[in-house]
């Protein structure tokens, strides 16, 4: 398995213009995470779908910040406009619900892609 | 609101040593907690995961405690090589939310 795949892995954009960064999931996961890290704040949860549809959005900063999940095997996070605030490492995570080992709804662990740099000048 | 609290300054120690790491929560108990490892430039991979009934888990050189009573949960790497520097995250996740809340993480640099 090729594991969670995100692109681009660098992005450098200027204040106003639009961003669009892509994740593909692992085949068969049926939950979807967007992560943004900073060295302020760390890792913060902006969304997550579940079986495609967006389940808890309460992370997104505001209305600048969207995410689609229109398929299983694809899902975008857009900034439109974007802001210098908005330069982070955003990761994209992908998980079973139920761990094949042991039946818990709450213990499958996340497969992190290895996120893509923003940087907005 | 839930507070995770990890050492952020880094922790340095000698190759042979363990090494211990602490997480601290605020507030309610999690359903369970998942420890993660980071290298530079790539996404935290999953390590060990430990539920709020049971007190230890082990993997290989890997161990991790959760005290509830003290909201603490403590990781250690036995006999640690300069391969296992890495930032080292702690995740909580609270019954009913499906999502995991991080802490800030650790830096470990194990000299040789």
């Known amino acids: 398995d090729a594991g969670v795949i995100q692109s681009p892995r660098h992005e450098v954009t200027e204040m106003g213009q639009e961003v669009t960064l892509r994740c593909k999931p692992i085949?068969?996961?049926?939950?979807l995470f967007w992560y943004r890290q900073t060295m302020m704040r760390g890792l913060e949860l902006l969304i997550y779908f579940n079986n495609n549809v967006p389940i808890d959005d309460s992370g997104m900063p505001e209305d600048r910040f969207s995410a689609k999940m229109p398929n299983a095997s694809f899902s975008t996070l857009k900034i439109q406009p974007s802001e210098p605030r908005d330069s982070a490492v955003y990761f994209c995570?992908?998980?079973?619900?139920?761990?094949?080992?042991?039946?818990?709804?709450?213990?499958?662990?996340?497969?992190f892609g290895n996120g893509t740099r923003l940087t907005v000048t | 609101s839930q507070k995770i609290e990890q050492n952020s300054e880094a922790l340095n120690i000698q190759e042979g040593k363990t090494a211990t790491l602490t997480c601290n929560y605020t507030?309610?108990?999690?359903?369970?907690l998942q420890w993660y490892r980071q290298d530079p430039g790539r996404g935290p991979v999953f390590l060990l995961l430990?539920?709020?009934?049971?007190k230890e888990k082990r993997k290989e050189r890997l161990k991790v405690t959760f005290d509830t009573t003290l909201k603490q949960s403590l990781f250690h790497i036995t006999a640690s090589q300069p391969a296992d520097s890495a930032t080292y995250l702690c995740?909580?996740?609270?019954?009913?939310?499906?999502?995991?809340?991080f802490g800030s993480g650790t830096r470990l640099q194990v000299q040789p």
């Open positions: 430990i539920r709020e009934n049971e």
């Open positions: 995570a992908s998980s079973f619900r139920w761990d094949r080992d042991v039946f818990s709804s709450y213990n499958s662990p996340l497969h």
């Open positions: 995740a909580l996740a609270f019954t009913g939310r499906r999502a995991l809340t």
């Open positions: 507030n309610y108990s999690p359903a369970y």
């Open positions: 085949s068969g996961h049926d939950y």
